[in-house]
């Protein structure tokens, strides 16, 4: 009967959920430690955030949880301004990373926007794969355009490097995407010096790459989008030739 399959899955969660949370503790713990040594290493540290929030920097990165933005650059709080969603998607009507992007560039004026993916994203082999994963369907739908859009280049690639290459194809997608908010391209028009990165963040090593997909004029966008793809093309092939 499925209404009592229900019922029974229902009672596990309630048991997970229990032991879910007497974790939350140790969290709270954690915390506590983190910032007695935060003060101790910088005393004055969390009074001086008090006044404004002066980063440099905004992070557009993957929700998964082995890419922890501040971590992997090694910034302290108020250093980077962050936004984070399933495979690092700016998608035109998102309010929310259109928000972030408008708040960071207008009132934060940070001079870097950087999307970051990442290898082995769950998203994008959800998307390459045409996994069905829920509701998050709808937002990976995004990444499967950008696979549709490459998808002639991506099948002469062998088949265990196309989740990679994806990966890097939405990153420098994605990048265009913001160059071509109204957001950025006003300022631009109006003169600020802001410029727009795409990286994308190893898992198997921990470094980021630059995938040379950086724009900082209005006009460059176009060059800069086909310079970063040339680049892919052309490391992927040399590392099918080394194979
Ligand atoms: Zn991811």
Redesign the pocket.
């Known amino acids: 009967m499925p209404e009592c399959h229900f019922r029974a899955a229902r009672i596990v969660d309630a048991r997970t959920l229990v032991a879910v949370t007497s974790k939350l503790p140790e969290l709270l713990e954690n915390n506590l430690r983190w910032a007695k040594k935060m003060e101790a290493g910088r005393p004055g540290f969390f009074s001086s955030l008090l006044q404004q929030q002066a980063p440099q920097y905004l992070w557009i990165g993957?929700a998964?949880s082995r890419?922890p933005a501040n971590e992997l650059v090694d910034l302290a709080p108020g250093e980077l301004f962050v936004h984070r969603n399933?495979?690092n998607v700016v998608v035109h009507s998102d309010l929310n990373c259109l928000s972030v992007i408008q708040f960071a560039t207008d009132v934060l004026q940070v001079r870097h926007i950087i999307v970051v993916g990442?290898s082995q994203?769950?998203?994008?082999v959800a998307a390459l794969e045409d996994r069905r994963v829920g509701l998050a369907d709808n937002w990976i739908r995004h990444v499967q355009d950008v696979r549709n859009r490459h998808s002639a280049w991506l099948e002469t690639l062998p088949a265990g490097e196309r989740v990679n290459a994806l990966c890097e194809l939405n990153v420098i997608e994605q990048a265009l995407n913001v160059c071509q908010t109204t957001v950025v391209q006003e300022a631009w028009q109006r003169g600020q010096e802001i410029a727009v990165h795409g990286w994308v963040y190893r898992l198997h090593n921990g470094l980021l790459k630059d995938l040379t997909m950086t724009v900082s004029r209005l006009d460059d966008a176009g060059a800069a989008y086909e310079r970063a793809l040339a680049a892919l093309h052309a490391r992927y092939a040399e590392a099918a030739r080394a194979a």
């Open positions: 993957c998964d890419v399933v495979a990442h994203c769950g998203g994008v």
